[in-house]
């Protein structure tokens, strides 16, 4: 019996236009205030009290329902009660139910289930709603006239208070309120619509007061569906309003035609204008910038990465791909941790554990797609967007920096052996200056000095112009790296010994030595012999003049 029930319920629009039919051939909906809501909610009630009673009535007995299960008429109790003091008579309230239990008829009529199976279920519906009839025609009766005045003249009190209520929000609202007929012809205004339209009066078609001349009524009302709120301009006004229609059907069943509500939204509207020009203005300025950004992110001479807090790389710049030795697709997605080398991770770690808008810079060992090992300088700042932490990380490949600087670094060092060298270049220098002054000293103290003293004392002009020669070549030979006689030389020497040897530098012969020093021949030649001896030159075949000069 429930699931019979349920398809009843399931055929609700079907119940709807069949219930206003009947209501209408009966003559009882124009009387009614009855909106759809309420039908549903009558229907709805009637269906729940059957499906009440069925748990100790199956059967649903008319002679159990009436004697025991009189809770099976409570919700059309309660409707009557209501209707009762709105002034409905029993006659209309109960010719109203028959009508609602006629559309149940159609319903059930048209139900394609087994004849006899719906028979008898149809059977004791009518049984049901026959007890729900009688023992609310009862309820109803028992009322006596003089508290039925009352409860009428109470009822009616508060429904002329509601009236008054709703009147003055009619007319207090500054909303522009037209009740037209189905035809368009306005049969109430507000105040404030009388305010606007001063020159229109009732029975004038609204269409023409808005600027709709064009429009049928049914046209305007298709148009402008009630459901949807609309914007329309009054060409006489200038001005923009927002509108919206209400049928009377659902306020009641009964009642025909439809309310205009009209609210003056000019402001608005102008505010509207002018918000979407700033935000136009504002999103062509934000797609520029947009523009300038996907211009500078993609030509970057740096690889730039943007990844989430997790690490996982969300973008990635052209340059970023060349830098790895992949495509822009391959290192998308990926952990920012794959492209960082081992023994730089913990470094990478200890740089992304930074606050909000803090920037660090680290030097770490990255790898590529082909398993290359490279130096980078990364920059990584830290930022929110939408309460989301982002890494905003910039690589920037330092090999060509670190080759230079290692080449630097060997330069430097090359350079800092070459100044070592060179200062023991210099300090040689230095000391072969010092033996240079020191030869010269003594070949001056050893042999131009006795030369001048000697030839100071000669009265003879051969011998002076012997030791004139000898000091010529002296002079000429005294910046020559060689000397005649070194220190140890001429401490094996005599004095005389020591000139004669200077003589023969200078290539004099021993005649010329004999007659210049005024010896005998043979006392010069004792004193080269001695002079072969003690510089070592016995049973050498070098000459004395050869071996003098060579120094």
């Known amino acids: 019996m429930k699931d019979f029930l349920d398809i009843i319920i399931s055929e609700m629009e079907t119940f709807l236009e069949s219930w206003t039919f009947h209501m209408n051939k009966a003559g009882y909906l124009e009387h009614t205030t009855a909106k759809k809501d309420d039908c549903i909610i009558s229907l709805q009630g009637i269906i729940d009290a059957i499906k009440i009673a069925i748990v100790k009535n199956p059967e649903l007995n008319f002679s159990k329902l009436i004697k025991d299960q009189r809770s099976i008429s409570n919700f059309l109790i309660k409707t009557s009660d209501r209707h009762k003091a709105r002034g409905v008579s029993a006659e209309m309230f109960f010719g109203c ?151 009377l059907k659902k306020v009641s069943l009964a009642s025909a035609g439809y309310v205009i509500i009209l609210n003056d939204i000019t402001c608005i509207v102008d505010q509207r204008v002018q918000l979407e020009k700033t935000v136009k203005e504002r999103t062509e300025a934000l797609r520029k910038s947009e523009k300038l950004f996907r211009s500078l992110f993609i030509s970057a001479g740096e690889g730039i990465v943007l990844a989430d807090k997790n690490y996982k790389i969300l973008q990635v710049n052209p340059k970023a791909a060349e830098i790895f030795r992949t495509s822009v697709e391959n290192i998308v997605n990926l952990s920012c941790v794959s492209i960082i080398h081992p023994d730089s991770i913990d470094d990478f770690y200890v740089s992304v554990a930074m606050s909000e808008g803090d920037i660090i810079n680290n030097e770490m060992n990255c790898i590529t797609f082909n398993g290359e090992i490279f130096p980078a300088s990364v920059t990584i700042n830290k930022f929110k967007l939408n309460s989301e932490d982002f890494l905003h990380i910039i690589f920037k490949d330092i090999s060509q920096q670190k080759s230079m600087e290692e080449y630097l670094k060997q330069e430097k060092a090359q350079a800092e052996e070459m100044n070592v060298t060179l200062k023991n270049v210099l300090k040689t220098i230095d000391k072969e200056k010092d033996d240079f002054e020191l030869s010269i000293s003594q070949k001056i103290t050893t042999n131009i000095i006795p030369s001048l003293q000697k030839l100071a004392m000669e009265d003879s002009k051969d011998v002076r112009n012997v030791y004139l020669e000898t000091l010529k070549n002296q002079l000429i030979n005294l910046t020559k790296s060689g000397d005649s006689l070194n220190s140890k030389d001429i401490a094996r020497l005599t004095k005389s010994e020591v000139q004669v040897s200077q003589m023969i530098q200078s290539g004099y012969s021993s005649k010329d030595i004999s007659e210049a020093m005024r010896l005998s021949l043979e006392t010069v030649q004792t004193h080269r012999k001695n002079i072969r001896k003690k510089l070592g030159l016995n049973g050498s075949s070098v000459s004395l003049y050869s071996y003098l000069n060579s120094k």
Request: zero cysteines; glycine letters at 4%; aromatic letters at 10%.
């Open 97 to 247: 139910f028959k009508t609602l239990l006629h559309s149940i008829d159609d319903i059930v009529l048209t139900l394609d289930i087994n004849q006899d199976e719906k028979l008898k279920k149809y059977i004791a519906l009518r049984r049901a709603v026959d007890a729900m009839e009688v023992i609310s025609i009862d309820d109803w009766a028992s009322l006596d006239s003089k508290s039925y005045i009352e409860t009428l003249s109470e009822k009616n009190r508060e429904l002329t208070l509601e009236k008054n209520k709703y009147e003055n929000i009619f007319e207090a609202t500054s909303d522009l309120v037209f009740v037209i007929d189905d035809n368009g012809s306005i049969l109430e205004m507000n105040e404030s619509a009388f305010q606007s339209f001063p020159d229109i009066s009732l029975g004038m078609n609204v269409l023409d007061v808005i600027g709709f001349q064009n429009y049928t009524s049914g046209d305007f009302i298709n148009r402008f569906l009630y459901s949807e709120g609309h914007e329309i301009k009054i060409p006489e006004k200038d001005s923009v309003y927002s509108m919206v229609i209400v049928p």
